[in-house]
């Protein structure tokens, strides 16, 4: 992974942990704030270790979708 990948990677997982749970999920069914929570667990992982690059990008993926985050 280039550096300029990794950076982008790093700066979408802290902006989808830190951007507010949407209503969607905390009053939705408990399937979908599992979903978020285990997409949480995951990019949170890889900002503490820098490992498993791919299964971050693919669960930030996720969360922004579900934030609303994506274009």
Partial sequence: MSPEAK?????????????????????????????YKQCAAVVGAYLRSGAQAEKARLHVLRLEAMQGLLP
């Fill in 7 to 35: 950076r982008d990677l790093e700066y979408r997982c802290r902006r989808a942990i830190t951007a507010p749970v949407p209503k969607s999920i905390c009053e939705g069914s408990p399937r979908r704030a599992a979903d």
